[in-house]
């Protein structure tokens, strides 16, 4: 009998949802782990729409004030998914109640912020992680298995972008519950936080620490409708970000992030080259990995498509799912990240990335945001 | 408050997962509708299996006789998931007892176990349908509205394929639960039920039926183990079957299935050509759909990969699911399945594919088997 | 310093161009070949016109008669570059005046007429070819070397096809110069001698003979403006023309070929499957072959596009272009045609396909167009 | 009659050869233009190595020196094919005798130098052009024609990289004749005059000059052996370059370069962002433009690829090559450029890119190359 670990959600929105259905999910699918998710509590201000919420999804309880859902006996993890500049204190607060924490990304507003609630998780001692959820994408997974395995050598290039295009129209007014990541009080920046985040996490755990950065932000769109205040006012955030780099490996990084891509909805690409090899993958056909091998006969070389689709158990998380060819979604890779923080609880080790790991990420974000204000190279 | 409707799951193997997953995400993802899913029982002749099987999904119940599972009053709807060969005696069986039906394709063995099949059904009045999930697939249903507004304008050509690779080793047996589909007493044919129906349906539901084939059939491995016997037997299925057909709207069909197609595990593709365009699509990248209009400007004219992953409503079921850009998977496929069938309770229209629509595809497969038998063209 | 050989073009449209191109290039890319082709006479009726074409391409003369042209002693080799209906009367004469010859494919109207062109040039014994450049094409050229070397093992499955779609309006009359391939009279058959009969050839050459074929055609639109004529008439010739054959190695084969495929331009595809890697390829990027190797680290299995552009030698006829990663194009299948006859001429050589191979073309084509006449399966 | 344009050819590497090959191309495909080239006279130091390549090509003489070349009478125009360091004092030489130009990129070793070879050619009153060739890819004209029209409305982004990968062993040399492109003395810098170059040129000709920079340069292999000095030297160019900028239309852009991306071999690629659209291309399938058109029909938006081989007179050029389907080479790039020069002779206007058009792309490689040695933001 697995023991059941009390979720207490808070928030109910895109990724409120993404969460659920990955807990739900878990016992189908992972049925031997010895932690299982249990929907105990979800909360959000309005009483009605978090009813529904809870309703549909199953949730036993609810309520109003975040306070009270960690002061509650019957959860035994928090599940952060409100905007970026709630995740510090509720963070800290859980920790202090003894609860396990699962954070919506970027962990933090800042790095100073960061600091704090990795400080307060490790003095609670309690299991942590951050919803940098591409890592568990099966091909990411094996991406991060053949680097480490040296199937790459010495790497020269890493490149990555997360491009869309949904913020391109003037109307689209800034803030409020649907729009608050075009808000800059609530989200703290624009794509760098939201997008170029993930680019980041992935780079850090596939090719290590990155040192100096040298970036340029841009924000197309000066003023848009403010939800709230019902005013045109000035846009805060970045709509767009690239930013150049060193890794501490000596390999050079070029990222790029926004929301001005015309025809790009989801494109989270990256690519690294090494010595011995390279590898690409693409968010928009998550259930392939690009690989080029040069230890392949010199005639026969060439870009190979693996379409990480085996059941055999040789690609990460496949022998959960269905048979060879048929691919598995997007809301798997949370799937995955449930399964993995369940078997951390079974095995006593940490669920990366852990609040630490994620500070890593936050502190490239706010080199890159200084680097684009002063325009000059900065220190990670 | 929905209806409930009880189900009962006969057979726990690959597809018993894949429907009694449709089943639980239909609350989740479609909770609008008024009718809705319950998992009441789950029967199989092994004891043992059934009941893990039960609880790891969440069925309340199990049996392991499927007439005591027909029989019992908290069953609204039979979900037949076991060989081919016993389709016809549960799916008579079920509809003199007047519960819904859904049965894994093919229907039937042949035409004339699916032409009794259909009339008990009607006979009964139950509501039933056949399980050939790649219509629901987002893209495909998207290829089925543009071809019934008239998009392509006259139709030249329909081509489809289903190549598989898994029983190229001479080594692997046939016979027994894992590998029935090689037993052609348990399966009736080999790819042309297992693969080509699912192309042939595909193809009759977009295209029309079909008025008479040509084909080829080839057993590659002539003789295999036999799990059940010990012994080496004969392999009667079909390894491989070609067709050339005429559909009634006189346009050409060309249809090929395998399972010793190296490098291709589950390549499901089809290609409709017509006079103002043409559509293509490919299970494994199941949520681009390829579409050439003729009425581009014709200097810019060229084959678009549209990602079928708009939620705004008008990519069918994607509103259901995450936000443009980011894919679903091949599970997804039976959850809409489901939804549908639910939604057709709520508005008492069928559920298509039903039993008489399946039948359609049957004798495209048996005018098939007899063409490659016969050496002739033979009318359907 | 190279022995001339010199040409005598007869016939000067698409195909005439790209022969012609195919010789000037020579001596350019590949100097060091001991035998080197001149533009000696090029020929047609309208003397404007051969005049015009033969002081842009370079030709030292003209003649309007083609029989003047083999009568030429300034003449080594014959370029047969006109209708179907007239390769055989010029490449009797040509071959009994001791002229090498250089067919436009399909070699003839049917098998009879092959074969007597065959005997006429076996007989004289002059050096022979027919255009199937397609073998020529550097990727194309490298799947019959790793097919030779065994590296796919037993085969199991040939399928091709070659797709256009520019006859599909009703408005395009047949006949005439420009149109000569949609009447039966010039052409003998429709795609199945234009299209199909490469997709043979390649078949053939890479994957041995074919046994017997079972076909199916259609004429689309039935009626067209005669050119020639200034009437409506009856459309002669097959718009569309597929069938199913068993080569004699026992692999299966599926083609394919249509003027009717909305969005298709002359795509060209190849696919053999065999027992340890399969092989693709498409004219319409021609300069790439698509390999699945099965002897990869399973894991790691999946298509290759193999960029085959690389000049060290290891890729087919690349060593005479440019540097890795620039591809060529379709006139050098051509250029590379060319270069390989003048070095059978050095080495003494056939050079494939010789008419005797071409014939074997021919008799597939007869053996599919009886087949979807009678509707039978026929015997090559 | 043609107006003959006698050519003299200096040097006769990779590009001596593309050049004299597109010179050759232009009678045959291009006939009626009022000028054409004539192959006059080919130069380097090596004589025998000068005779054989004008032997092989057609050069009717050669000469040792070029200063003797530009001043003979009997040619027209001077071809500078030689390492960079030496366009300056050629060019100018040429201009003062009065000849055309076509200089090889970069235009010179930085933008002094340039500014006087403008200053040399614009006194002189002759007509020049510098080998941007991929200007002339007919997928690339006709991005600027689309561009051009504002199909693609206010420009957000603009991205381009040129990867290679043929650099990375440690044991290849730099220097001398093969080499010189590693070698700092001859080439001036590395991958930023080399490829970079290409990348910027087609950027400023599609979306305008740049105005500001900030780029980071690598070099991994910090020593090689030099070919002429037989010892191991530190090596001064730059493997990898990459860059971010603002373009003077608002837009930012991204450009990065190496030799050491494993599995490219000359991927250039482009990609343009605007309001209403973006279009892609891949100097990999060089025949093929990528566009995603956001006044399409909104549920059938998707990236369009275009096979830009019509011939019908909409796709730049391709009304001189083939049929529909069939692609051009990397080689036909410079045979339209040769195309494009002979036609401004004819109507008197200039030939872009002139070295005028190429000074602003030296100016933004120098400015890349400074902002790479300051660590600063660098304007143009």
């Known amino acids: 009998m697995a023991t059941p670990v009390r979720i207490g959600m808070i928030g109910y929105g895109f990724m409120g949802r993404a969460h659920t259905n990955g807990y739900k999910r878990v016992p189908d699918f992972f049925p031997e782990l010895g932690h299982q998710p249990v929907l105990q509590v979800a909360c959000a201000r309005n009483e009605e729409n978090i009813a529904k919420f809870a309703k549909q999804w199953g949730y036993a309880n609810i309520e109003t004030d975040w306070r009270k859902l960690i002061e509650r006996d019957d959860v035994d993890a928090v599940d952060i998914c409100v905007p970026n500049n709630l995740h510090r204190e509720i963070a800290i607060a859980a920790a202090e109640a003894g609860k396990m924490i699962l954070c919506e990304k970027p962990i933090s507003m800042n790095t100073a912020e960061g600091e704090e609630m990795c400080q307060a998780v490790e003095k609670a001692g309690v299991a942590n992680t951050v919803w940098y959820n591409y ?217 990366g990335p852990t609040f630490r790991d994620a500070l890593e990420t936050q502190k490239v974000c706010d080199a890159v945001l200084a680097s684009a204000k002063n325009g000059s190279w900065e220190q990670v």
């Open 135 to 351: 890592r568990r994408v099966p091909a990411v997974t094996m991406a991060k298995q053949l680097i480490d395995e040296g199937r790459l050598g010495r790497i020269f290039h890493y490149r990555a972008n997360f491009l869309q295009d949904w913020t391109i129209s003037e109307d689209l007014p800034q803030g409020g519950a649907a729009l608050w990541r075009l808000d800059a009080a609530a989200a703290g920046s624009g794509v760098t936080g939201d997008l170029l985040a993930h680019c980041i996490d992935t780079a850090i755990w596939l090719n290590g620490t990155v040192s100096d950065v040298t970036a340029m932000t841009e924000t197309f769109i000066k003023e848009r409708m403010h939800t709230l205040t019902g005013k045109k006012q000035k846009v805060e955030i970045d709509d767009a970000c690239a930013f150049l780099c060193h890794f501490s490996n000596g390999s050079l990084g070029l990222f790029e992030s926004t929301r001005y891509a015309r025809g790009h909805k989801a494109l989270y690409t990256f690519e690294i080259n090494g010595e011995k090899g390279s590898l690409k993958w693409d968010l928009h056909d998550l259930h392939r990995l690009e690989m080029f091998d040069y230890e392949d006969e010199s005639r026969l070389r060439g870009w190979k498509s693996i379409h990480v689709t085996d059941h055999s158990g040789e690609h990460p998380y496949m022998d959960k799912w269905w048979v060879p060819g048929l691919q598995i979604g997007y809301e798997h890779s949370f799937v995955h990240h449930v399964a993995d923080f369940m078997k951390s609880l079974d095995e006593g080790t940490p669920c």
